[in-house]
C-alpha cells in the first residue's frame, strides 16, 4: 500500500477548496503536488454515512483535474479501452493495477457490497482517467500503466507554488 500522510487541519481545508465541499471519509493524503498541497486524497471504502465507496485514491488537484478532463475529452479513454482489447500485455498490466487497487482497499476495510469492484472502470475498461490517474499518483510509477500513460500526455501541470500564492502574487 502507498503511504499515506495523516491529513492536517490545513489539508481538510485545502480539500473542502478543491472540492467546493466538505471532504468525506479521509484516510490522509496519498499524494502531494510538487506545491506541497494535497492532490490525491485516500478515502475510506465506506463513507460516514453508510455508503460504499470504490474510489480509493480521489485525484484532487484542481489542475490535474483540468488536464485529465481534458483528455477524457480527446476520447483518450475509449482509445485506451479499445488498446485493451487489442493488447494482451497492456490488458495483463491493467487487470494488476486494479489487483492493486483491490488491495489497498482492502487495507482500509472490509466493504462487501463494492467486493471486486475496484474504480475507474478496471479491470476491462476505462471508465474514469481521474481514478487512474489518482493511483497513478498515489501507488507511484509502474502499478497503473494507463495511469502513468495519461500523466505523460499531461506533462508537468502542477507548479512548485501553490495555487493560492499564484492568485496573491498576480494580485500583485
Do not use: W
Amino acid at each position: 500500500m502507498p503511504s499515506i500522510e495523516p491529513a492536517t487541519d490545513a489539508d481538510v481545508a485545502t480539500l473542502e477548496e478543491q472540492l467546493g465541499r466538505p471532504p468525506r471519509g479521509i484516510v490522509g493524503i496519498a499524494y502531494r503536488c510538487p506545491s506541497g498541497e494535497p492532490g490525491v486524497v485516500a478515502t475510506l471504502p465506506r463513507l460516514p454515512d453508510g455508503t460504499p465507496f470504490p474510489t480509493t485514491y480521489y485525484l484532487t488537484c484542481p489542475r490535474i483535474v483540468a488536464a485529465v478532463s481534458t483528455l477524457e475529452s480527446q476520447g483518450v479513454m475509449a482509445a485506451m479501452t479499445e488498446r485493451l482489447e487489442q493488447d494482451a500485455d497492456l490488458a495483463a498490466r491493467h487487470r494488476a493495477a486494479h489487483e492493486a487497487y483491490l488491495t489497498d482497499r482492502a487495507a482500509l476495510g472490509d466493504v462487501p457490497e463494492i467486493s471486486g469492484i475496484s474504480a475507474g472502470g478496471m479491470p476491462t475498461r476505462v471508465k474514469c482517467l481521474h481514478v487512474l490517474v489518482g493511483h497513478a499518483l498515489a501507488a507511484g510509477p509502474g502499478v497503473n500503466p494507463l495511469g502513468d500513460e495519461a500523466l505523460a500526455l499531461i506533462g508537468d501541470t502542477c507548479p512548485a507554488v501553490p495555487p493560492a500564492r499564484d492568485r496573491e502574487e498576480e494580485a500583485r
